[in-house]
Nanobody, 118 residues
């Protein structure tokens, strides 16, 4: 139904910035929400940020004021601008979406590694 492809991960120093991109294809007009999750080995995958079809955004407390989620409808792409990065932000970041007619099903991208280290 929907395919998600992430890009933009990499190595950055503490205090630096990085922007992740997630390009969606397929049933793009059925998308209700898109967002970013992250996961560290041995820990649960956690929500970082999401943007709902109406424009409402939600952020994890740990990233509020530092990360910004946005979308470009013309490109069917969602972005995660990450500023003031901390070593604790190191994780695999996954793009995520749900369709309005099948909200119980999660679609995931392949993940992109973000490493914050000096």
């Amino acid at each position: 139904q929907v395919q998600l492809v992430e890009s933009g991960g990499g190595l950055v120093q503490p205090g630096g910035s990085l922007r992740l991109s997630c390009a969606a294809s397929g049933s793009i007009f059925s998308i209700h929400v898109m967002g970013w999750y992250r996961q560290v080995p041995g820990k649960q995958r956690e929500l970082v940020a999401q943007i709902i079809s109406g424009g409402t955004t939600n952020y994890a407390d740990s990233v509020k004021g530092r990360f910004t989620i946005s979308r470009d409808n013309a490109k069917n792409t969602v972005y995660l601008q990450m500023n003031s990065l901390k070593p604790e932000d190191t994780a695999v970041y996954y793009c995520h979406t749900r369709l309005w007619y099948k909200l119980e099903y999660d679609y995931w991208g392949q993940g992109t590694q973000v490493t914050v280290s000096s």
